[in-house]
């Protein structure tokens, strides 16, 4: 792999993954999310997907390396499985008063507010740029 460090996922106010790190999705039959949905990863937080994962980050992940900057939970995540990863404690959503298992904010809400967001944000935040 290069020696470039695998750029963190793209910033919106609303994800509550570490904003550090690359994170990773569960797929189902090898479907992902589409770029620039705020989804739950398999760290079980929440960041917005980015546009496209770099092929030697694969490469790298298949070889049984961890790629520098790759959340290590959504790794352990995806070669061990989900049973031993901790979610955040539930408690009510500040907006919609429903079950949270996201912190002060539910998942749904956190979607809901991010795809109002997603719209206006501009470059600042060092994001990718991308439509859905």
Same mark, same amino acid.
């Given at each position: 792999?290069?020696?470039?460090?695998? *750029?963190?996922?793209?910033?919106?106010?609303?994800?509550? *993954?570490?904003?550090?790190?690359? %994170?990773?999705?569960?797929?189902?039959?090898?479907?992902?999310?589409?770029? @620039?949905?705020?989804?739950?990863?398999?760290?079980?937080?929440? *960041?917005?997907?980015? /546009?496209?994962?770099?092929?030697?980050?694969? +490469? =790298?992940?298949?070889?049984?390396?961890?790629?520098? @900057?790759? !959340?290590?939970? !959504?790794?352990?995540?995806?070669?061990? @499985? =989900?049973?031993?990863? &901790?979610?955040?404690?539930?408690?009510?959503?500040? +907006? !919609?008063?429903?079950? &949270?298992?996201?912190?002060?904010?539910?998942?749904?809400?956190?979607?809901?507010?991010?795809? =109002?967001?997603?719209?206006?944000?501009?470059? /600042? %935040? @060092?994001? /990718?740029?991308?439509?859905?």
């Amino acid at each position: 792999m290069a020696d470039t460090k695998i *750029a963190p996922n793209p910033y919106s106010p609303y994800a509550n *993954a570490d904003p550090n790190l690359r %994170h990773a999705y569960p797929s189902f039959f090898g479907a992902l999310p589409d770029p @620039g949905v705020l989804t739950v990863t398999g760290c079980r937080r929440m *960041a917005v997907v980015a /546009e496209s994962t770099p092929r030697d980050v694969i +490469d =790298e992940m298949a070889a049984g390396r961890l790629p520098e @900057g790759m !959340c290590p939970v !959504c790794v352990k995540a995806a070669t061990e @499985g =989900e049973q031993h990863i &901790s979610s955040l404690p539930c408690q009510a959503c500040r +907006d !919609c008063s429903g079950d &949270s298992s996201q912190g002060e904010l539910c998942a749904l809400c956190r979607q809901e507010m991010h795809d =109002e967001w997603w719209p206006t944000r501009g470059t /600042e %935040h @060092g994001g /990718e740029v991308f439509t859905r």
